[in-house]
């Protein structure tokens, strides 16, 4: 297997991780505990299972984490196609990596909130209850910013696939879109109150493409291009 292959199932693999952990934290996890406008069912439900609220944690700093190294194994993979392109790939991730991190402590604050810490009993129970409902809300809208650089991250990276000729060019494309998918999402979330549509649960499919493709096919083998002697 040449080295281009080796980077390429890499890359697949650590783009699988990001996908499956943070699927984990905000499709399956998140879900279960989050319920709209009613802090008191929220709160209880973190109560009633607080580990798999912790785990859901976890899983999300794991895919951060792993986030940095993908985007430097893209950065070996694709620095011989346009390497501007590529460093400013890797300048978006890493801006997007911190917003994520401190966003995170939204995301931890009710496990504090509701730890039953004796300084703690300063507030009345319904006043922690929407103190931790306030983070979880706070941790939506984060994620909403920090969605802004999930896709114009892909913007690059889509257009470092086009031109590479060892990924399909199409591929490529559905990569752009889907970037296009999560910036349309966060903008429109902040724009208007009502909008409801989850527009990069269809568009995602550029992501899952590129991640079986580097894994099951890797890339072409550049061939050599041989010189003519005169």
Request: aromatic share 16%.
């Amino acid at each position: 297997m040449n080295s281009n292959k080796k980077i390429a199932r890499t890359a697949g693999i650590l783009y699988l991780v990001v996908a499956v952990f943070s699927a984990f934290s905000m499709m399956y996890v998140d879900p279960k505990f989050f319920v709209p406008g009613d802090a008191a069912t929220t709160v209880s439900n973190i109560l009633a299972s607080e580990w798999l609220f912790r785990l859901g944690f976890v899983s999300n700093l794991v895919a951060q984490v792993v986030f940095l190294f993908l985007v430097y194994t893209f950065y070996n993979l694709f620095k011989s196609v346009d390497k501007d392109t590529a460093r400013l790939m890797v300048i978006l991730v890493v801006a997007s990596v911190p917003i994520a991190f401190l966003n995170m402590l939204n995301q931890f604050a009710p496990i504090l909130l509701l730890s039953g810490s004796a300084y703690l009993s300063a507030f009345q129970p319904v006043q922690l209850q929407a103190m931790a409902m306030f983070f979880l809300e706070m941790q939506k809208a984060g994620i909403l910013i920090v969605g802004v650089f999930w896709g114009i991250w892909l913007f690059p990276l889509g257009i470092l696939v086009v031109k590479s000729g060892f990924i399909p060019k199409w591929i490529g494309i559905f990569v752009l879109i889907a970037g296009a998918g999560y910036v349309v999402d966060s903008l429109g979330k902040f724009l208007f109150s009502n909008f409801n549509i989850v527009i990069s649960m269809f568009t995602f499919i550029g992501e899952i493409l590129l991640i079986l493709w580097l894994l099951i096919i890797g890339v072409k083998e550049q061939k050599p291009v041989l010189k003519q002697v005169a």
